[in-house]
C-alpha cells in the first residue's frame, strides 16, 4: 500500500494510506506546500489506515510549523487506527483526536454516497 494527499478544496486535504516512516517526506512536503498557500489548512485524517511513531512525529511537526507561521491547521476525522494510536501515546488533546473516532463502516458509507 502507499498513500495519497488529496486536495478535496482550498484548505482541506485527506491523507489516505500508510502514514509511516516509507512515506513521511512525500507527505511532509504535500503538507508544507499547502501551509505555504493556504492560511487555514484542514487535514483530513479518516483514510489513514497505517501509521508509526514518524507518522505520530510528522503530525506533530506539521502542527508546530503551522503555529510558527501562523496559519491555523485542525486535524480531523481521526480513523480508529490513527485515534487508537493517539490514545496509547497519550496525544489525543495535543493532535485533536475526536472523542469518538470515524468507524471504517462510516468511512466506507461517505465513500458510496
Do not use: W
Not at 38 to 48: C, K, P, Q, T
Not at 66 to 91: C, D, I, Q, W, Y
Amino acid at each position: 500500500m502507499s498513500y495519497e494527499c488529496n486536495k478535496t478544496s482550498d484548505g482541506e486535504y485527506s491523507l489516505v494510506g500508510e502514514l509511516c516512516i516509507f512515506h513521511a517526506a512525500e507527505i511532509k512536503q504535500c503538507v508544507l506546500e499547502s501551509l505555504s498557500t493556504d492560511d487555514s489548512l484542514e487535514l483530513d485524517l479518516s483514510g489513514v489506515n497505517e501509521i508509526d511513531t514518524a507518522g505520530v512525529q510528522l503530525l506533530l511537526f506539521v502542527q508546530r510549523e503551522a503555529r510558527r507561521l501562523g496559519k491555523t491547521l485542525n486535524l480531523v476525522r481521526h480513523s480508529e487506527l490513527v485515534s487508537e494510536t493517539l490514545k496509547l501515546l497519550n496525544l489525543e488533546a495535543a493532535l485533536g483526536a475526536p472523542a469518538r473516532p470515524v468507524t471504517a463502516q462510516e468511512l466506507e458509507e461517505a465513500h458510496e454516497s
